[in-house]
T-cell receptor
Framework: SQQGEEDPQALSIQEGENATMNCSYK?????LQWYRQNSGRGLVHLIL?????REKHSGRLRVTLDTSKKSSSLLITASRAADTASYFC???????????FGTGTRLLVSP | GAVVSQHPSWVICKSGTSVKIECRSL??????MFWYRQFPKQSLMLMAT?????????EQGVEKDKFLINHASLTLSTLTVTSAHPEDSSFYIC????????????FGSGTQLSVL
């Protein structure tokens, strides 16, 4: 099962630009997490934001959460070619323990 | 950070055979492990959730007799694809969590299964 959708599906930018990815979900959540996946590899956890939080920062990453709109955004500032990857949001729904992923955004950062 | 080891990284097998994939948490006790399946350029689809010492909880549409999951210890979970067919070819990824729902997951590097 999939919880929600991300947009854009694909994003192509130049190094130094900011990248913004959006995630929408359907049910009430305990928390929302963002992961990164390089091609054909496992996933790396980027950041977790709890349902009672509105914004979190980690290095060049900024995540917002709007539970009233059931949406989240991931901002990568001053992007680098090494940021090229697929980015997924995932939610832990209230009352459950499983982590359900969104559809993902493929980010390409050109030098 | 915590490490989850998944083996094998890739496997090619004949149709009708069974394949076992192992997922180990190397430096923490994984109370909960999750198995996901991913087709090319698609998202991760949760197959099942397993808690140590109890039966796995399968997602709707996932055949529990085809995808056998065992979580016999706090550091090891296995997924066995029984009587594999070409449509089972996919990328399988395990993940593990040491605590409650507000803890992050650590992922294995995945297993690419190709069934001929």
């Amino acid at each position: 099962s999939q919880q929600g959708e991300e947009d854009p599906q694909a994003l192509s930018i130049q190094e130094g630009e900011n990248a913004t990815m959006n995630c929408s979900y359907k049910t009430s959540i305990n928390n929302l997490q963002w992961y990164r996946q390089n091609s054909g590899r496992g996933l790396v956890h980027l950041i977790l934001i709890r349902s009672n939080e509105r914004e979190k920062h980690s290095g060049r990453l900024r995540v917002t959460l709007d539970t009233s709109k059931k949406s989240s955004s991931l901002l990568i500032t001053a992007s680098r070619a090494a940021d090229t990857a697929s980015y997924f949001c995932a939610t832990v729904n209230t009352g459950f323990q499983k982590l359900v992923f969104g559809t993902g955004t493929r980010l390409l950062v050109s030098p | 950070g915590a490490v989850v080891s998944q083996h094998p990284s890739w496997v090619i097998c004949k149709s009708g055979t069974s394949v076992k994939i192992e997922c180990r948490s190397l430096d923490f006790q994984a109370t909960t492990m999750f198995w996901y399946r991913q087709f090319p350029k698609q998202s991760l689809m949760l197959m099942a959730t397993s808690n140590e010492g109890s039966k796995a909880t399968y997602e709707q549409g996932v055949e529990k007799d085809k995808f056998l999951i065992n979580h016999a210890s706090l550091t090891l979970s296995t997924l066995t694809v029984t009587s594999a067919h070409p449509e089972d070819s996919s990328f399988y990824i395990c993940s593990a969590r040491s605590g409650g729902v507000n803890e992050k997951l650590f992922f294995g590097s995945g297993t690419q299964l190709s069934v001929l």
